[in-house]
């Protein structure tokens, strides 16, 4: 499949750049039989104007979602393909796209199918914070899930495709048009890790790094931590906001040890014991 994957790449340079997304030239014309979509986006960190935003997307792409999934064949052969609208929100993973891309593993592993990957994206969706940058933790478990399998994983890092994106979904895979990366290894490592782990965010906790070394499930805060899919400063300036907003972005990301205890993207918070003469 790779080898198919690579053949038809080398084919569709026309479209590598233009209105068509990259996926649509790499699968065979007319073969994707999409699925619907397994949740509708939410908004998880109250973001002000986040319908209003969804529905200008939808508008300007003609798509649901940043991700397309679906059954399609690569050069005659069948597979479940995973493709990335980057003009939708810059390509970047919600709570709804996370759902699609774990249901396309679920269904490869059904059907016996390889998975093929065509990402163009800048990462987690920062509108919806945490609840985004988690996402990682379920793709990994999914591609986890389907290496148990035998299932064969290639993918495209189409131009661009950074942050949680590439950590956790494209280098993950068993082929990749690019260079692989550490924090992809360990995020599928820890949600394979067949004894208890327990993880303590411990002051800042920021994108793919942090979220790689999380036990889903089982993290804890300290009292003046907090976990983001981006600092505020640069979650600030990614938004093209004035750098005087960045109090009320840090608000809005919901970062704070009582936002995630309530959200349960953590356990709780974790008061450090004072020791003897201290």
Avoid: H
């Avoid at 059907?111 to 609840?131: F, I, K, W, Y």
């Avoid at 148990?148 to 993950?172: C, K, M, Q």
Wanted: aromatic residues 4%.
């Amino acid at each position: 499949m790779a080898e198919r994957v690579a053949r038809r790449l080398s084919r569709s340079e026309a479209v590598i750049g233009a209105e068509t997304p990259l996926y649509r030239g790499i699968a065979d014309p007319e073969s994707l039989e999409t699925f619907r979509p397994a949740v509708e986006p939410g908004n998880p960190s109250g973001w002000p104007g986040s319908a209003d935003d969804l529905e200008r997307a939808r508008k300007a792409t003609g798509t649901r979602l940043a991700v397309t999934t679906g059954f399609a064949t690569i050069g005659g052969e069948r597979c479940v393909l995973v493709g990335f609208e980057f003009a939708f929100f810059d390509g970047s993973i919600g709570t709804a796209e996370g759902a699609m891309i774990t249901r396309a593993f679920a269904a490869a592993i059904g059907e016996r199918l390889p998975v093929v990957c065509v990402a163009a994206s800048g990462g987690a969706r920062m509108q919806e914070g945490t609840s985004a940058l988690v996402q990682m933790q379920a793709v990994a478990a999914a591609i986890a899930a389907a290496r148990r399998e035998g299932i064969p994983f290639a993918a495209v890092a189409g131009d661009p495709t950074t942050g949680g994106v590439w950590s956790s979904l494209v280098a993950a895979a068993d082929v990749v048009m690019a260079v692989g990366t550490a924090i992809a290894e360990l995020l599928v490592a820890v949600r394979s890790c067949t004894v208890p782990i327990t993880s303590v965010v411990m002051g800042d906790g920021v994108s793919g790094g942090a979220i790689a070394l999380c036990s889903p499930g089982d993290s804890w805060i300290s009292p003046d931590g907090y976990l983001s899919v981006a600092a505020p400063e640069l979650a600030t300036s990614i938004l093209k906001r004035d750098s005087a907003d960045a109090a009320a972005i840090a608000d809005l990301l919901r970062l704070t040890p009582a936002d995630l205890t309530a959200r349960g993207i953590v356990r709780g918070v974790v008061t450090p014991q004072k020791g003897p003469g201290s």
